[in-house]
């Protein structure tokens, strides 16, 4: 099993800028593409981005492009979300997720953690 930790979530303005991370546990994360993905309320969860297992590749949603962006330091097994020009429509619970399968679906989630931006 692997266990997934987000944290560095808040309250921002609107144009600000804040960095989440993504703690693995259990797995050495070098195995694993790691994705990170939202639900905002009310919505269904939306794909952000994903990185390769060796951090070489990247992509992200349509949404974040050229404001968002996902590094990892496979060392210490962490993963980051950084993300620039907040907007108030970017305020949603933020989850990583490990373990693609064939299928597409993620096998490893984390708790979850709050991103609201005010405007």
């Known amino acids: 099993q692997m266990q997934l930790v987000e944290s560095g979530g808040g309250l921002v303005t609107a144009g600000d800028s804040l960095r989440l991370s993504c703690a693995a546990s259990?797995?050495?994360?070098?195995?694993?593409?790691v994705a990170w993905f939202r639900r905002a309320p009310g919505k269904e969860r939306e794909y952000v981005g994903d990185?390769?297992?060796?951090?070489?590749?990247?992509t992200y949603a349509d949404p974040v492009k050229g404001r968002f962006s996902i590094s990892r330091n496979n060392a210490d097994q962490t993963v980051y979300l950084q993300m620039s020009n907040l907007r108030p429509d970017d305020t949603a619970v933020y989850y990583c997720?490990?373990?693609?399968?064939?299928?597409?679906?993620?096998?490893?989630w984390g708790q979850g953690t709050q991103v609201t931006v005010s405007s």
């Open positions: 997720a490990a373990g693609k399968d064939i299928g597409g679906e993620y096998t490893f």
């Open positions: 259990g797995r050495p994360l070098s195995y694993y593409n």
């Open positions: 990185i390769s297992p060796g951090g070489d590749t990247t």
